[in-house]
Each structure stands twice: as structure tokens, then as C-alpha cells.
């Protein structure tokens, strides 16, 4: 497979690309996230995604492109990023005790094809104490997150009584769906 283009800056993908033994390249996609309001979450997911993937585009037309938004809902509001720790501890509150919905939007463009899908998962998270959520934001720092979190680090150790679908989806990218889109991409 030819070496495809990443429109994202997020090392979890990168990694998961790279667990997959994907050959990629980064391009960085600078966009406008926001969205139409009437939007359906997966809906929102894919619009963002998309408009990643066609920024990156114009100049690569003869390449994949690959490009994935991560949002997290909870109790019907879409949570973005944290602004600072206070927010992020804020949303890590809200969460503790609950459960909370990860829609990762793909869209990927390699000539005049174009395949879009969102996958979900549901997160179900402990009640976790203030004092711990105050020690993940300090150490960890998750403002490049949305939901404040990250699966794979100390908060999902200790936060996470289960998920129903991928862990992957979580992390940032359903790897196992983005393998067989790209290979009905190139196929």
C-alpha cells in the first residue's frame, strides 16, 4: 500500500497507524471545527473529519487521505477539549460516576472516492475522587483531548469500569474499521 497521508496531529493515531504498520506521512490540517447546528453527533463527527481530509486534499489529489475528529457526549452535550486544567477538571467531574458516549468520525479521499463512517463506543466511568482528578490533570495535562481524557493513560486504569465497542475508537481512531476502508480504497 502507498504511504497515505494523516490529516491530524494526534499522536494516538499516529501510533495506532503505526501499530497497524501503515506507512504514513503527517499533514496538519488547520480548520474551522465547528459545525452546522442540527447536526446528529456521528453526523458532527464526520462533518469535521471531512473537512479535515478536503483542506489536506487539493494539493494531494493523487493520495489517500485519511482524516478523524473524536467527540465526546455526555448527558446530550457534546464535550469538547478542555480550555485550561479548571475546565479540564470540570469535565473529568462530570464524567466520574457517569457514562459518556466517544464518536470518532474517518473520512478518507483518494482519487474520486470517498468513504465516511463514525464509530462508537460507550464509556462507563467510576466515581472518581476530586483529589484524583485533580492529580491526572496536573501530571497529564489533557488539554489536546476531548472529554479531558486519554483511555490508555493512568486515568482509564483506574476511571473506566467498562466500555461497550473499540477500545481503539476511544483512543482516537477505530484502527480495525480504518484497515478495511482503506483496502475497499485501494482494492
Not at 481530509?53 to 469538547?80: E, K, M
Not at 458516549?101 to 474517518?106: D, K, Y
Not at 483511555?151 to 483506574?158: L, S
Request: proline share 3%; hydrophobic share 45%.
Amino acid at each position: 500500500m502507498q504511504k497515505i497521508i494523516l490529516a491530524s496531529q494526534s499522536p494516538r493515531r499516529k501510533e495506532l497507524l503505526q501499530l497497524a504498520e501503515i506507512a504514513f506521512e503527517t499533514i496538519v490540517a488547520n480548520i474551522d471545527e465547528s459545525f452546522p447546528e442540527g447536526l446528529g453527533y456521528d453526523a458532527v463527527a464526520m462533518h469535521i473529519a471531512t473537512n479535515k481530509a478536503l483542506a489536506i486534499q487539493n494539493s494531494n489529489v493523487d493520495r489517500i487521505i485519511l482524516a478523524a475528529d473524536t467527540i465526546v457526549v455526555c448527558d446530550n452535550n457534546i464535550i469538547g477539549k478542555p480550555t485550561d486544567s479548571k475546565h479540564a477538571v470540570e469535565i473529568l467531574s462530570q464524567l466520574s460516576g457517569n457514562m459518556h458516549i466517544v464518536i470518532t468520525g474517518v473520512c478518507m479521499l483518494y482519487n474520486n472516492q470517498k468513504i465516511c463512517f463514525a464509530d462508537t463506543t460507550i464509556v462507563h466511568f467510576n466515581t472518581i475522587t476530586t483529589s484524583q482528578i485533580t492529580y491526572y490533570v496536573n501530571k497529564y495535562k489533557p488539554y489536546d483531548k476531548a472529554g479531558a481524557y486519554a483511555i490508555q493513560e493512568w486515568i482509564g486504569a483506574i476511571g473506566i469500569k467498562k466500555i461497550d465497542g473499540d477500545f481503539y475508537n476511544v483512543m482516537g481512531l477505530p484502527i480495525s474499521r480504518v484497515v478495511a476502508a482503506l483496502e475497499t480504497l485501494i482494492n
